[in-house]
C-alpha cells in the first residue's frame, strides 16, 4: 500500500498500463462507448465468392459451418458484453477493481459519483489509493486493507468516507479477492451510498438512547452503562454506587402548570445533576423525574453520602420559569455494588427502596438502602394491594368526632375521620394507610368515597330532623390538585342535596402553598360554591401570615402538637396565643384540636379560643352515636 502523496513512481504509464492489460476499457472517457465489434471483415469478403464454386463450397463446407459458429460466438460474445456493460455502467451500486495496493483499476459511474467524480476516468486519473484517499476514520482502512491481505471476503463493511468534494458520506462495501493461482491478483467489489440509512439509523438511535428534553442519556443507555459499570469494578475490584433521584410533586406541576413548565424544569434538574456530578459520571433520566447517577469507584460508604447530600443540595433550591417561581425538592436512594447487588436489576430495585423511605422521611432526605428497609417496603405493598381491594369490599367506613362550641356546649361541628377494617390486621388508623394511598394514588378513589359517604351522611342527619351542623373532611393534597376537584364536589353536593354550607373541606398550609396561583383560584372557586374551608394542623407548616390575606379560607385549627402542652410549655402557649390572636386580626374562625384535659381548656379559653374539638370531649364515635350527641351538650 502506498502512503498517499509519496506517490508511485510508474505512474505516467498507468493509463497506458491499465489500457494495455486484459480489462476492457470500462472507464473509458465518455463513460459507455459502444465495444468495438468484433474484425468481421474478412468472414464478409470470404461470403461474396460461394456462389461462383458450387463443389469448392461443398468440399469448404465444415470449415464455412466453423466460420459460421465462430461468427455466431462472436456476436453472442459482443451481445454478452453489451449486456453486462449496460449492467456495470447503469448499476445504482458502485462498483470497483482494485490491485494489491488499494489503487483503483476499474470504476463504474455510479463509484465515481459516491466518491464525488464526474466519470469513471476523473477518478481513476486522481485516485492512487483508494482507502487514503476517502476513508475519514484510518483505523477503518487499516482494517479494511488487513482484511483484504488476509484474503477475506468482507461483505457489509460500513465505512464513514469523505467524497473527492468534502462530503462526508456513509457506504457498505462487499470485496472479495480475486486469486491467481496461490495469490491475490486484485480486489473487486461493490460499494453502495448508505448515507440516509445511516442517518435514519442515527436518528432512531438518538431517540432511543438520548432524551430529547434533557439530553441525557435514557434507560436503554442507562442499562449498558450499569452494566459495563459494574464488569469493570469487578475486574478492578471496585465498588460502585447507584444514585436514584427523583423531583418531588413533579407531576402535579407538570399537569397544573403546564409541559412547557414541566420540560422546563427537568431540563434545569439534569443540568444541576450534571454540574453536581462532573463530565465524567454518568447522569441518565430513567423517566418522568426519576434520574439516576453511576458513580464508578465509590469509596466508603460514608463519601458515597457525601457525594449524595452534594447532590440532593445541588438539585434543591429556587426555580422560576414562565412566571412561576417555586422550590425545587427532590429525594434519593443509594445502593452500592456489590454489598447491595451484583447485577443492575438488583441495585436498581435496591436503590428504589432506598427511595421510598428516603420519600418518607421528608424533602431532600437521601437514603441508603438496608435490609429493615426491604422488610418493610415489602409490608407496606402488601398492605397498597389490600387497600387496593378494601373500597371495593366495604372495609372502609368514618367516624365522625364532635367539634364543640364551649361557650353553649353545643356540637358545632363534626369532623369525618376514616378507618379501615382490615381482614387479617383490624382496624387500622388512617395514619398507617394515607401515606400509601397517596403515593399509589389510591388517595383519589378512597378520598371521593369519604366525600360522597360524608355528605349523604350529613344529608340524612339533617333529613331525620337532627340540628345541622357543617360536617368537615380532610383533603389530601394530592386528591386537592387533581384535575377536576370543584367539579367533583359541586357533583356529589348535587347528588346528595347537601347545603354547601355544611361542606367543610379541611386543606394542609403545605397543600395551598405549592403552586400559588392555581390553588388561590381553586379555593376561590369553592368559596364562591358556598363550601367552608378551614386550615388543619396550622402552625406545623409555613405559618406565613402573606398567604392567610390572599386564601380566603374561614378558619385555622391549631395543631394538636401545640395544644398538648398549652399548660406545660411556655413556647407552646405562645405559639397556641399568638395563632388565636392572628386568626382574630384576620377575621378567621378558629379551633384547637387535640383538647384532652381541664387545663388545656382553661388555657383556650382564657384566650377565647372557644370551638374545641378533642378527647376531652369525645373521641371519633361511630354515625350511630352522633345524634345523641347531636341532640345533648357538652359542659353540663
Ligand atoms: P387530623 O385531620 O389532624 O385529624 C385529627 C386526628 O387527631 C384524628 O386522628 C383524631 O382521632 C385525633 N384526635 C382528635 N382528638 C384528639 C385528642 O384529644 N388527642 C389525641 N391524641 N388525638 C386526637 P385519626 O383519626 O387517626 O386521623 C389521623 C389523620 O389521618 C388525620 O389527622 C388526617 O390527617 C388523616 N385522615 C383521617 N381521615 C382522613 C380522610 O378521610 N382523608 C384524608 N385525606 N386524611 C384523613
Ligand atoms: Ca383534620
Ligand atoms: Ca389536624
Redesign the pocket.
Given at each position: 500500500m502506498h502512503p498517499q502523496g509519496t506517490g508511485n513512481p510508474a505512474r505516467p504509464d498507468a493509463d497506458s498500463r491499465r489500457d494495455s492489460g486484459n480489462s476492457p476499457h470500462l472507464w473509458s472517457e465518455g463513460g459507455g462507448a459502444p465495444a468495438e465489434a468484433p474484425p468481421r471483415g474478412p468472414f464478409v469478403e470470404r461470403r461474396r465468392h460461394r456462389g461462383a464454386a458450387q463443389t469448392r463450397h461443398e468440399a469448404l463446407e465444415p470449415v464455412h459451418r466453423l466460420l459460421a459458429e465462430y461468427e455466431e460466438a462472436n456476436r453472442f460474445l459482443a451481445e454478452a458484453e453489451e449486456c453486462y456493460r449496460g449492467l456495470f455502467e447503469n448499476a445504482l451500486i458502485g462498483i470497483f477493481r482494485l490491485n494489491a495496493d488499494g489503487e483503483p483499476l476499474i470504476v463504474n459511474p455510479s463509484m465515481a459519483r459516491i466518491c464525488g467524480f464526474e466519470t469513471p476516468g476523473e477518478m481513476l486519473g486522481a485516485v492512487f489509493n483508494f482507502g487514503e484517499m476517502i476513508f475519514v476514520d484510518s483505523s477503518q482502512w487499516s482494517d479494511f486493507v488487513r482484511s483484504l491481505q488476509a484474503g477475506n471476503v468482507l461483505s457489509g463493511f460500513e465505512a464513514e468516507i469523505c467524497d473527492r468534494r468534502g462530503t462526508r458520506k456513509w457506504v457498505e462495501l462487499n470485496v472479495q479477492p480475486v486469486l491467481d493461482g496461490g495469490g491475490i491478483l486484485y480486489h473487486e467489489g461493490s460499494a453502495e451510498d448508505i448515507t440516509e440509512r445511516k442517518r435514519n439509523e442515527d436518528r432512531i438511535r438518538l431517540l432511543a438512547y438520548y432524551d430529547p428534553v434533557t439530553g441525557l442519556p435514557k434507560r436503554a443507555m442507562f442499562e449498558e452503562r450499569l452494566s459495563e459499570a459494574l464488569s469493570v469494578a469487578s475486574w478492578k475490584s471496585q465498588r460502585v454506587a447507584l444514585l436514584l433521584l427523583e423531583l418531588e410533586r413533579f407531576k402535579m406541576l407538570n399537569d397544573s402548570l403546564g409541559k412547557e413548565f414541566g420540560d422546563g424544569l427537568l431540563k434545569e434538574v439534569a443540568e444541576r445533576i450534571r454540574i453536581a456530578v462532573g463530565e465524567e459520571t454518568t447522569v441518565v433520566r430513567l423517566g418522568g423525574a426519576e434520574f439516576a447517577v453511576i458513580l464508578q469507584d465509590a469509596k466508603a460508604a460514608r463519601e458515597v453520602e457525601q457525594f449524595a447530600a452534594e447532590v440532593v443540595a445541588a438539585v434543591a433550591g429556587k426555580f422560576s420559569l414562565l412566571g412561576h417561581s417555586l422550590n425545587i425538592s427532590c429525594t434519593m436512594g443509594i445502593s452500592i455494588f456489590p454489598v447491595h447487588g451484583r447485577d443492575g436489576q438488583m441495585l436498581l430495585e435496591r436503590a428504589d427502596v432506598a427511595m421510598v423511605s428516603a420519600r418518607e422521611s421528608g424533602t431532600n432526605a437521601f437514603q441508603l438502602f438496608t435490609e429493615e428497609m426491604n422488610h418493610r417496603i415489602r409490608e407496606r405493598l402488601r398492605l397498597e394491594n389490600d387497600l387496593r381491594l378494601a373500597l371495593d369490599r366495604g372495609e372502609l367506613y368514618?367516624?365522625y368526632?364532635p367539634q364543640v362550641d364551649i361557650r353553649t356546649g353545643d356540637v358545632s361541628g363534626l369532623?369525618?375521620?376514616?378507618?379501615w377494617r382490615h381482614p387479617a390486621m383490624g382496624i387500622v388508623?388512617?395514619?398507617e394507610f394515607?401515606g400509601i394511598?397517596?403515593s399509589s394514588g389510591l388517595?383519589v378513589p378512597?378520598?371521593e368515597w369519604?366525600l360522597r359517604t360524608a355528605c349523604t351522611q350529613a344529608k340524612k342527619w339533617q333529613d331525620t330532623g337532627l340540628r345541622p351542623v357543617p360536617i368537615a373532611?380532610?383533603?389530601?393534597a394530592i386528591?386537592f390538585r387533581q384535575q377536576g376537584f370543584c367539579e367533583l364536589v359541586r357533583c356529589i353536593l348535587e347528588e346528595t342535596g347537601l347545603d354547601p354550607k355544611y361542606l367543610e373541606l379541611?386543606l394542609t398550609e403545605g397543600l395551598l402553598l405549592t403552586n400559588l396561583d392555581v390553588m388561590l383560584m381553586l379555593v376561590k372557586e369553592l368559596r364562591v360554591m358556598g363550601v367552608k374551608l378551614t386550615i388543619?394542623?396550622f402552625g406545623t407548616g409555613y405559618s406565613s401570615l402573606g398567604y392567610l390575606r390572599q386564601f380566603k379560607v374561614n378558619r385555622l385549627?391549631i395543631?394538636?402538637s401545640f395544644v398538648?402542652d398549652v399548660s406545660v410549655n411556655a413556647d407552646d402557649a405562645a405559639i397556641t396565643t399568638a395563632i388565636i390572636n392572628m386568626a382574630r386580626a384576620l377575621n378567621l374562625e378558629v379551633l384547637a384540636?387535640?383538647?384532652?384535659n381541664a387545663e388545656q381548656l382553661d388555657f383556650l379559653r382564657a384566650q377565647n379560643c372557644y370551638e374545641i374539638?378533642?378527647?376531652?370531649f369525645s373521641?371519633?364515635v361511630a354515625v350511630e352515636q352522633i345524634a345523641a350527641q347531636l341532640q345533648g351538650k357538652f359542659l353540663q
Open positions: 368514618l367516624v368526632q369532623e369525618a375521620l376514616l378507618r388508623p388512617p395514619g394515607i394511598a397517596e388517595i378512597i378520598g369519604v373532611v380532610n383533603v389530601s386528591q379541611e388543619d394542623d385549627k395543631d394538636r398538648n384540636e387535640g383538647v384532652e374539638q378533642g378527647y376531652y373521641k371519633p
